[in-house]
């Protein structure tokens, strides 16, 4: 499954760069880590690598600019009561439109604003085992619309926050028991924030180290089985560094 989603994904946005043939395209291509905790329940944690596509100065909305991020990653996931599991594959997908939200004179400089959808998939199928007890992992689906602003200053940072307007959230809990249904949570309250810095490394390539961080609360809950079930609150921080260049 997670090859066929990554193949979808890399698909997609080969032919959305050949279909605005007359666009400026950065690709990138990236590396890091991924830090992500819901407190004293789970922590999961790895490197990740990613890819990255931009197109702007496209004749069909020549303000807007289009991006997209993939990121994949191998995470240990450990817990203080169903103990740890390895190689749990992780992949997360982002997708923005930006437009200007204010004028300034500066090129390459200020303010702009859009509407963001985030994906993550999360494989926790297999066994875990505590204290001689054995834990059956299940997989883990989401989608989120954000609401994304960003600073840019000149050619050497960036700092841009989201506040999330509606997630929804899947754990596929018939996966461990057929006497379970798979639950689907909804998010309210969450916020991101992400900072990163330029460096030219010479024709025209950049490479752009990067520090994020993102926040859900508590979902809402839903009743199964005479149990009331939510997604919790989490953290999730993530570091790296992408490197970009220009598409022929």
């Known amino acids: 499954m997670p090859t066929k989603i990554l193949i979808g994904v890399c698909a997609t946005l080969i032919t959305c760069a050949g279909w605005a043939h007359d666009a400026r395209i950065k690709w990138g291509v990236s590396g890091g880590m991924n830090h992500y905790q819901e407190h004293n329940l789970m922590q999961l944690q790895g490197p990740e690598v990613g890819l990255h596509a931009q197109l702007s100065q496209w004749s069909a909305w020549p303000d807007a600019r289009l991006e997209a991020d993939v990121l994949l990653g191998k995470q240990t996931y ?10 749990v594959t992780n992949l997360e997908t982002r997708w923005r439109a930006m437009v200007p939200a204010f004028q300034t004179t500066a090129p390459d400089t200020g303010w702009s604003a859009g509407l963001a959808v985030h994906t993550l998939w999360n494989d926790l199928r297999g066994t875990s085992s505590f ?46 028991n057929t006497r379970y249904q798979d639950i689907h949570n909804t998010q309210r309250r969450g916020q991101y924030a992400q900072a990163s810095m330029q460096f030219a490394l010479g024709g025209g390539d950049t490479l752009k180290p990067f520090v994020r961080y993102t926040y859900l609360a508590d979902s809402n809950t839903v009743t199964m089985n005479g149990k009331k079930w939510l997604e919790p609150e989490s953290h999730r921080w993530q570091v790296g560094a992408v490197w970009e260049f220009s598409g022929p």
């Open 78 to 87: 450990t817990s203080n009561g169903s103990g740890s599991m390895r190689n």
């Open 131 to 176: 204290n001689g007890v054995t834990y059956g992992g299940y997989e883990r689906i989401a989608m989120q619309l954000w609401l994304p602003l960003r600073w840019v200053s000149g050619e050497a940072w960036e700092v841009e926050g989201g506040w999330l307007l509606y997630g929804r959230h899947s754990s596929m809990l018939s996966q461990v």
